[in-house]
């Protein structure tokens, strides 16, 4: 088990070497870096540059820029949304997209980098508001799912979940066998927030059988989980210890690729955000559990409160949050 970062290096004030000496200096030994899929447009798509496709040679660039910071690129999270959208709604460019993902994908594992970590999320997280009030006046996101029954359509009309499953399956069937030939280990994200529909969009991966289904569709190492434990512990199935039977269900199962290691107040339709120790997840507990099942990943912070004079990335409290995933994996592992 072994300790990260995640950045999104287009969308913070920081810049990326900046992140990734912080990263190394607060002792991380992996970074997972992303590209923004958010809805706002004027967010540039960043990790590696292309409109349609990541190219070889921009990918490789990158793992040795990781590396000369003595770090492991991890990870790729994410690409930007004109690369898959019309995979994951079935759109009229649909073949041509996965032709370029295909391509993509080749490409991430050819450039030395082991997994590529992707949502079927065609609008993106939700959240209600950013600046609910919590420990000593600092702010978290939160989610209120009533106030969104009756949000606008995001994508023109309602989606069935028979079609965006149809869609996945497509999809799956097809870009796994290119993977187990490139040797790279694909994971999809849980939608966050973990409701059935949003905007006309069916949120596929919003339980424990949801993801049963998507492993089952490919039984595969390529065909894996991104496994957002804060988006996990979000779900209704994560009540009365749910969490921990999804941890290792999928963990004894090798389905686990990395762990966004954070905490919620509570399983359900509407909740917020919580420092890493004062959610509903017994942490302890689950790293335990990780190392019990053998686990052998990264962990990495996510979505931590604002804190006072913090940064918009959020170096205090990412340094906190990271410092005490750091303590816990030291008594893990004794």
């Known amino acids: 088990m072994r300790l990260g970062f995640n950045f999104v290096p287009s969308v913070y004030d920081t810049p990326l070497d900046e992140f990734l000496a912080f990263a190394a200096q607060y002792g991380a030994t992996d970074v997972v870096l992303q590209s923004s899929t958010a809805r706002n447009p004027?967010?540039?798509?960043?990790?590696?540059?292309?409109?349609?496709?990541?190219?070889?040679?921009?990918?490789?660039?990158?793992?040795?820029?990781?590396?000369?910071?003595?770090?492991?690129?991890?990870?790729?999270?994410?690409?930007?949304?004109?690369?898959?959208?019309?995979?994951?709604?079935?759109?009229?460019?649909?073949?041509?997209?996965?032709?370029?993902?295909?391509?993509?994908?080749?490409?991430?594992?050819?450039?030395?980098?082991?997994?590529?970590?992707?949502?079927?999320?065609?609008?993106?997280?939700?959240?209600?508001?950013?600046?609910?009030?919590?420990?000593?006046g600092s702010k978290v996101s939160s989610y209120d799912h009533a106030k969104h029954l009756n949000a606008p359509l995001t994508h023109g009309r309602e989606y069935t979940e028979d079609e965006m499953w149809e869609n996945l399956e497509y999809w799956i069937r097809i870009i796994t066998p290119v993977a187990e030939e490139e040797g790279i280990r694909l994971g999809i994200h849980p939608a966050d927030p973990p409701v059935r529909s949003l905007g006309g969009i069916p949120r596929l991966l919003n339980g424990f059988d949801a993801y049963k289904r998507l492993t089952g569709i490919v039984d595969s190492p390529s065909n894996a989980i991104e496994f957002c434990q804060g988006t996990?512990?979000?779900?209704?199935?994560?009540?009365?210890?749910?969490?921990?039977?999804?941890?290792?269900?999928?963990g004894e199962r090798k389905k686990i690729l990395y762990v966004h290691f954070r905490n919620v107040?509570?399983?359900?339709?509407?909740?917020?955000?919580?420092?890493?120790?004062?959610?509903?997840?017994?942490?302890?507990r689950a790293i335990k559990l990780f190392r019990d099942i053998g686990f052998d990943g990264v962990f990495v912070n996510d979505h931590v409160p604002h804190t006072i004079g913090d940064t918009s990335w959020g170096h205090r409290g990412r340094a906190f949050a990271n410092g005490y995933i750091q303590a816990l994996l030291d008594v893990a592992k004794r």
Do not use: C, K
């Open 265 to 284: 107040s509570n399983p359900g339709p509407t909740f917020h955000e919580e420092f890493i120790n004062t959610g509903h997840v017994d942490m302890y």
């Open 232 to 250: 996990f512990a979000e779900m209704e199935d994560a009540a009365d210890g749910g969490i921990y039977e999804m941890i290792r269900h999928f």
């Open 42 to 136: 004027v967010r540039p798509p960043g990790v590696v540059p292309g409109e349609d496709r990541w190219e070889l040679d921009d990918l490789a660039r990158l793992r040795e820029h990781v590396e000369s910071f003595g770090l492991h690129l991890e990870a790729l999270e994410n690409a930007p949304s004109a690369f898959n959208n019309q995979i994951m709604l079935g759109g009229p460019d649909r073949d041509r997209q996965i032709e370029n993902m295909i391509y993509t994908i080749r490409n991430i594992a050819r450039a030395g980098i082991p997994i590529f970590g992707y949502n079927w999320m065609p609008s993106s997280v939700w959240r209600t508001t950013n600046d609910t009030p919590n420990r000593g």
